[in-house]
């Protein structure tokens, strides 16, 4: 597709639901990260893929949070037993071989509050 | 370990005004530096960034910024701001691997 683009773009869900967030990257992109942006702040970094395996998921909060790239093409970002401080914007970018220092092209991310 | 800081929240100008916005960053390794734009409800786009080529980048949209190893900064200028340069800026290091680290923001304002 011409960008990255991610579903859905809000969902409100309740404490101790589960969520499932995708994110579709540019065609031909080999990487793709993940990142959560809370109310005021920068993206932070969760989880980046090379590929269909995860390369580094050292940003992962904790293990309610879980990602997957099964084909090396969509990714879903899920959250089990969601709390209230997980509600922020999720952001998906992806570049074309993750190359150190290689640009980012980020989605419009997906607004999420849980209740 | 590597981190940036944005030293300015927010900053003010005029239309037709210089823009300053400031980052200074720590890096373990040779950095490769980002500004990133956010505007409401839309997707990071990215200014400019540096990879160890010239010092002086330059961007989309009249920005350009300074990569001053000596001071550790990476300042975002424009020499005349538009209505349609408000938004949030942010500066981002990423050393030898993927891990990008953001600033926490500069919302610049453009005022008629």
């Known amino acids: 597709g011409a960008g990255v683009s991610q579903t859905p773009s809000n969902k409100v869900t309740e404490k101790g639901k589960y969520v499932e967030l995708r994110c579709d990257p540019i065609?031909?992109?080999?990487?793709l990260y993940w990142y959560r942006q809370s109310l005021g702040q920068g993206p932070e970094f969760l989880i980046y893929?090379?590929?269909?395996?995860?390369?580094?998921d050292s940003g992962l909060p904790n293990d309610r949070f879980f990602a997957v790239r099964p084909e090396g093409s969509v990714s879903t970002l899920k959250i089990q037993r969601t709390e209230r401080g997980d509600s922020a914007v999720y952001l998906c970018a992806s570049s074309l071989t993750g190359t150190p220092g290689g640009t980012q092209y980020f989605g419009p991310g997906t607004r999420l509050l849980v209740l | 370990a590597q981190s940036v800081t944005q030293l300015d929240s927010h900053v003010s100008v005029s239309e037709g005004t210089p823009v300053l916005l400031r980052c200074n960053y720590s890096?373990?390794?040779?950095?490769?530096l980002f500004w990133y734009v956010q505007h409401p409800n839309k997707g990071l786009q990215l200014l400019l960034k540096?990879?160890?080529?010239?010092?002086l980048v330059k961007g989309i949209n009249g920005f350009e910024a300074e990569f001053k190893k000596s001071e550790t900064s990476f300042h975002l200028t424009k020499p005349s701001a538009h209505m349609s340069d408000a938004a949030e800026y942010f500066c981002?290091?990423?050393?030898?691997?993927?891990?990008?680290?953001f600033g926490a923001g500069t919302r610049l304002t453009v005022k008629p």
């Open positions: 065609s031909g992109h080999t990487a």
């Open positions: 981002v290091v990423s050393s030898n691997n993927n891990d990008m680290r």
């Open positions: 540096y990879t160890s080529a010239a010092t």
């Open positions: 893929f090379q590929g269909t395996g995860a390369a580094d």
């Open positions: 890096s373990s390794y040779s950095p490769s």
